[in-house]
């Protein structure tokens, strides 16, 4: 056997070790989720439910009448809660950011290089640390408690324009110079030539800007004070407080946060691998 083909045996095996590694805990998170209460607290926990059951969805998804009262998790309500969130986040910072990008790469105004300088450097600076001064400004602005506050500090993410910036530098300055000199403006440049060009690139960072509004946490723990106005993580770590050990309820909740984004991811994974490739021709 030559050395060739034992390099991509072994290649191929620590690969799938990898794969078990990363997938088991996810597929472990499943079964629970579908065991008996009080099942996954055996030891060793099982990896397979003795009785496959719905319980625990339905008991967090369902509303119920308790001594006279309605009572629910509010995870429904959470679900169209971070849907909205996320997809206003998407959006608007798609708005903002793909033409900045655009800007850095192909426009040349004053103060262009020091801005972007400006702009690198500030990745380095936690995010944490501008909480605080953050959290100061939008109370006087009365953004506390209100989705504005939340979704405003994820318009215009430093990362998101330089990764277009990265994608757009690979785009020819030819084909825009031609397309200036026939007399099209900026607008219908980037309208008409750019954004069909940078269709992965748009796609893989919306697909980050939604992960990371949906999955978001501290922030809207920190801006939201109001229950009806909870995202899902937040209303994951409200019930998880009450009902710490009880395993399948929170794995069932673990399940319902990471299901709709797990599948978004598996239907765009052709454009995301793409748009992690847009800007590898040209740096």
């Known amino acids: 056997m030559s ?15 990898l794969t078990l590694v990363v997938t088991l805990p996810l597929a472990w998170m499943v079964t629970v989720s579908f065991m008996p209460r009080g099942e996954s607290n055996a030891f060793p926990p099982p990896f397979w439910p ?12 369902a509303r119920r009448l308790i001594d006279g009262a309605w009572f629910d998790y509010r995870i429904v309500p959470a679900i169209g809660n971070s849907l909205f969130v996320a997809a206003m ?26 801005l972007l300088k400006l702009l690198i450097a500030s990745l380095v600076v936690p995010g944490q640390v501008a909480m605080l001064p953050l959290f100061l400004i939008f109370k006087q602005l009365g953004l506390i408690n209100s989705y504005a506050g939340v979704i405003l500090p994820s318009l215009a993410g430093i990362f998101a324009v330089l990764f277009v910036r990265q994608a757009t530098l690979a785009i020819p300055d030819e084909m825009i110079d031609a397309a200036r000199l026939d007399g099209a403006s900026e607008a219908r440049i ?3 030539i750019v954004l069909p060009l940078l269709t992965p690139v748009t796609v893989t960072l919306a697909l980050f800007m939604f992960l990371g509004s949906w999955n978001d946490f501290l922030w809207p723990l920190i801006v939201l004070a109001d229950q009806h106005l909870y995202t899902l993580p937040v209303a994951v770590a409200a019930i998880a407080r009450e009902h710490a050990a009880d395993g399948e309820l929170m794995m069932a909740s673990a399940v319902v946060t990471t299901m709709p984004v797990l599948l978004l991811f598996l239907a765009l994974q052709r454009y995301y691998i793409g748009g992690l490739l847009g800007g590898s021709i040209k740096g």
């Open 190 to 192: 980037f309208r008409t």
């Open 89 to 114: 986040s998407t959006l608007l910072g798609l708005l903002l950011t793909v033409p900045a990008g655009y800007a850095f790469a192909k426009l040349r105004f004053r103060g262009r290089e020091r």
């Open 3 to 17: 050395r060739l083909r034992i390099g991509a045996i072994l290649t191929n095996a620590l690969v799938a070790v």
């Open 50 to 61: 003795s009785r496959w059951s719905l319980e625990n969805y339905h008991e967090l998804l």
